[in-house]
């Protein structure tokens, strides 16, 4: 049981490059997340998908798209990486409890530089 | 919006208590919740608390619960080596998916 899993780790890209962030989760959740974290921001939701077929704008939506492939996976893909995206990403995923609580599972994160 | 605001450093000698604070502008979450969140990694559920309570604990760990005051701390008694890591305090406000988390406390344990 892996969990979440990301891939790749680190990504050095070059302004205006694209690239695809790949999310899996091995849990059967409904509900999957993609976050970035930024030194003195938190975290801070990109998009996110409530169940398969489905995806929603978070906070932060502006340069990101998504596609959720099917329940396992979960993409983030940059069109034209910008210096102002340079953060470390995590995927997260989630399965509402019984009472109402829920926890979300966190991946490894992606650490992405955009000279 | 929501603003969920904790200090950023703490730094306690272990075998210390550490309390680590963080406040909240809404209030209409039925629970908060702490993650926490080791060197290279992502965050984890610490523990999470139910907005009728004032207090929960679980072995090392005490979380307090002031609705009045829109405040909510996390104390972790015995401080260890281990227990270095960023705490983020979260406020599933508009819903389960879309938690306002806070921008971390990071907690240093001095040997």
């Known amino acids: 049981n892996a969990g979440v899993t990301q891939t790749p780790k680190f990504q050095v890209l070059k302004t205006g490059q694209s690239m695809t962030l790949q999310c899996a989760q091995d849990?059967?959740?409904?509900?999957m997340y993609w976050y970035r974290q930024d030194p003195g921001m938190g975290l801070r939701l990109i998009y996110y998908?409530?169940?398969?077929?489905?995806?929603d704008k978070g906070e932060v939506p502006n340069g990101y798209n998504v596609s959720r492939l099917n329940k396992r996976e979960f993409s983030l893909r940059l069109e034209s990486a910008a210096p102002s995206q340079t953060s470390v990403y995590f995927c997260a995923s989630s399965e509402i409890r019984t009472g109402g609580t829920d926890t979300q599972y966190f991946g490894p994160g992606t650490r992405l530089t955009v000279l | 919006g929501e603003d969920v605001e904790q200090s950023l450093f703490l730094s306690v000698r272990e075998g210390d208590s550490s309390v680590i604070n963080c406040t909240y502008t809404d209030s209409s979450s039925t629970y908060l919740y702490w993650y926490k969140q080791e060197p290279g990694a992502g965050l984890q559920l610490l523990t999470y608390?139910?907005?009728?309570?004032d207090m929960k604990q679980d072995q090392r760990l005490t979380v307090l619960l002031n609705k009045k005051d829109k405040h909510l701390s996390l104390r972790i008694a015995d401080t260890q080596t281990g227990d270095s890591a960023i705490y983020f305090c979260?406020?599933?406000?508009?819903?389960?998916?879309?938690?306002?988390f806070g921008i971390g406390t990071k907690l240093q344990v001095i040997p």
């Open positions: 608390i139910f907005s009728n309570m």
């Open positions: 998908s409530a169940s398969e077929g489905t995806t």
């Open positions: 979260a406020d599933p406000w508009r819903g389960y998916q879309k938690v306002t």
């Open positions: 849990m059967n959740h409904n509900s």
